[in-house]
């Protein structure tokens, strides 16, 4: 299947080491299997370098991962466990890595989700409050995949 990623330069080869800690899914080279949600990232992180935005495309085989190649962790909604596992992620207390998987899919914190994950992040809200937000949230809006890659040496 065809995977996207947007920045703001075109990726020629995946290097972990340039990729950001403490993301949702912790350091991790970050596709998506919808261009579009590839363009929109693009326009942002492009405008924020005062740069071109840039979609680079590429093949990913999902069974070749499955074949015992990979640890793979799949989220297919927001739930509690995704949204425990997210904050774990940007948790600048713990660690790198924080967890232990090669590839993430799951669906992407968008800006309704984020509102969420600042409130439990920053413990204003309640963890209850949090979470019950979270349930409410795999109804609120059409989900965006987005794939994970968090270990070179399965690039």
């Known amino acids: 299947m065809k995977v996207y990623h947007g920045s703001y330069t075109k990726i020629e080869r995946i ?3 340039k990729c950001m800690p403490h993301k949702d899914f912790g350091r991790g080279f970050y596709v998506t299997k919808f261009r579009e ?3 929109n990232w693009a326009k942002i992180i492009g405008e924020k370098n005062d740069t071109q935005e840039l979609v680079t495309e590429f093949d990913y085989t999902e069974t070749a991962f499955a074949k015992s190649i990979c640890k793979i962790k799949h989220f297919d909604r927001y739930d509690e466990e995704w949204l425990d596992f997210v ?5 600048r207390k713990i660690a790198e890595p924080a967890h232990d998987f ?4 799951s669906p992407v ?10 409130l439990y992040l920053n413990e204003v809200g309640t963890i209850f409050y949090c979470k019950k937000l979270a349930r409410k ?3 609120c809006n059409r989900i965006t995949v987005e794939i994970s890659i968090g270990a070179q040496r399965k690039i």
């Open 37 to 39: 949600h590839a363009e």
């Open 137 to 139: 949230l795999v109804n």
């Open 87 to 91: 904050v774990m992620n940007r948790d």
């Open 15 to 17: 290097d972990l080491s």
């Open 102 to 105: 090669d590839i993430v899919e």
């Open 109 to 118: 914190a968008n800006d309704k989700v984020q509102v969420t994950l600042r």
